[in-house]
């Protein structure tokens, strides 16, 4: 294992609301991502980082936004949480040696 | 558009036998694919992998096949046991970028 936690692991919240969720690794891996999963649709890239305070947007951007102060931290913020932002979040990394990613256990979010 | 397809969400199959899973893409310019396997509640994991270049590779009961010209990729589990019961996500990536794309999974379902 790549020592990858998220938290929160589940949370519930209201539309209109910001939501933070975090991802922290130990293997000093050069890029991190941030997935979302939904049914008919898979794993979709939101965002990435190739480095501290380097990111990039993926296919679905809109709405989120990350930071990465750290090597070891990446952090994804939902501005404003709408119900189709309801997913289960994803964070990966890889150190770029290999295409191999490492996967956290995931976020389960609920926007009410 | 989804560039990684898998248009085969669940598949069933006795214990013992063959699985295949079967993965396309419509983008030329990917040249690395993954195969990950993922457990309800957990992250997926790295499985298999192959490189453009090559058209099959193998690791223990797990066979990866290419077909460029086709676009098509498969993953075969020979024998298939109980516990490869998971979701199967194929994805990928080209070397110029840092995104990876992921089909929308089959669910394989090995019977005892």
């Known amino acids: 294992d790549a020592g990858i936690t998220q938290s929160p692991r589940h949370k519930v919240t209201e539309t209109g609301t910001p939501v933070t969720l975090r991802c922290h690794q130990t293997?000093?891996?050069?890029?991190m991502y941030w997935y979302r999963q939904d049914p008919g649709h898979g794993l979709r890239l939101i965002h990435y980082?190739?480095?501290?305070?380097?990111?990039d947007k993926g296919e679905v951007s809109d709405g989120y936004s990350v930071s990465r102060s750290k090597t070891e931290d990446f952090l994804l913020t939902l501005e404003s949480a709408t119900s189709s932002q309801t997913s289960v979040y994803f964070c990966?990394?890889?150190?770029?040696?290999?295409?191999?990613?490492?996967f956290g256990p995931g976020t389960r979010l609920t926007v009410t | 558009d989804q560039q990684v397809k898998q248009n085969s969400p669940s598949l069933s199959v006795q214990e013992g036998r063959i699985s295949i899973l079967n993965c396309d893409y419509t983008?030329?310019?990917?040249?690395?694919f993954l195969w990950y396997k993922k457990y309800p509640a957990e992250g997926p994991t790295f499985l298999i992998s192959?490189?453009?270049?090559?058209d099959k590779n193998e690791d223990g009961r797990f066979t990866v096949f290419l077909n460029k010209s086709a676009k098509h990729l498969s993953l075969h589990i020979v024998p298939s046991q109980p516990g490869d019961s998971a979701v199967y996500f194929c994805?990928?990536?080209?070397?110029?970028?840092?995104?990876?794309?992921f089909g929308t999974g089959t669910s394989l379902t090995v019977i005892p």
């Open positions: 990966a990394t890889t150190d770029g040696s290999s295409y191999e990613q490492y």
């Open positions: 293997e000093n891996h050069r890029y």
């Open positions: 980082s190739y480095g501290v305070k380097d990111t």
């Open positions: 983008n030329s310019m990917f040249d690395y």
């Open positions: 192959i490189s453009s270049i090559k």
């Open positions: 994805a990928a990536s080209a070397r110029t970028g840092n995104q990876f794309y």
